[in-house]
């Protein structure tokens, strides 16, 4: 697990890779398909497409796998599994009543996935004028931005390909990628975290 975790390719942390063993936790797409790589696939036998490196970030490598690799159906119904999992809890959730709203700050995590962000659009010399590059996505961008919202991690990878056009030539876009995505799992958690504190605070003054 410690090797799949330092490999170079591997985007998932130890911990998320062991959390998903241990079933303390749902993992993520990203996590399943870290593991899935080297269980059932083998990038070795991974047939790299420059042209697709960057196309789907998270299920890319089942692609590239030889034709009649049987990695191919193991790793897809893995992935279709896991679709399911995730839709049945989002619809258990939908019937749970809705927590307190409650007003919270901006936590640390959240202003460091805004640097991270800054940092980005920076490196395309466009930071003023990002509509030239993000099209419909300026105003997500913009959210994100103001600390009104957090992407998903495939939005983070979407805003990546949206700009690699203007990015200077050397930039290492899967590490761009990758600080985006885990500063945006942070700052998530970090705003579970204040609510959680917001309510609990609430709950004893009340």
């Known amino acids: 697990m410690g ?36 269980w059932v696939g083998n990038p070795a036998d991974e047939v790299l497409d420059l042209e697709e490196t960057y196309v789907e970030s998270t299920w890319a490598w089942i692609e590239r796998l030889p034709r009649d690799h049987e990695g191919r159906r193991l790793a897809t119904g893995w992935r279709t599994r896991h679709l399911g999992i995730v839709r049945s809890i989002e619809q258990e959730r939908e019937y749970r009543p809705k927590a ?5 700050t901006v936590p640390r995590e959240q202003e460091r996935f805004i640097a991270e962000l800054c940092k980005l659009l920076q490196l395309t ?20 931005l103001a600390g009104e919202a957090i992407p ?3 939005t ?9 056009d203007f990015l200077p030539q050397g930039v290492d876009l899967l590490d761009v990628t990758t600080r985006l995505t885990k500063s945006a799992e942070a700052a998530r958690a970090g705003r579970v975290r204040q609510r959680r504190i917001a309510r609990k605070r609430r709950t004893s003054s009340s």
């Open 3 to 38: 090797w799949i975790a330092g490999h170079e390719q591997t985007t998932a942390s130890r911990a998320a890779l062991y959390a998903a063993l241990s079933g303390t936790r749902l993992p993520t797409a990203e996590t399943i398909s870290a593991l899935l790589r080297w």
């Open 100 to 104: 307190q709203r409650v007003t919270i």
């Open 125 to 144: 010399g466009l930071e003023d004028e990002p509509w030239l590059m993000l099209g419909s996505y300026n105003s997500r961008v913009e959210r994100y």
């Open 152 to 154: 998903t991690d495939a």
């Open 156 to 164: 983070c990878w979407d805003l990546v390909e949206l700009l690699i």
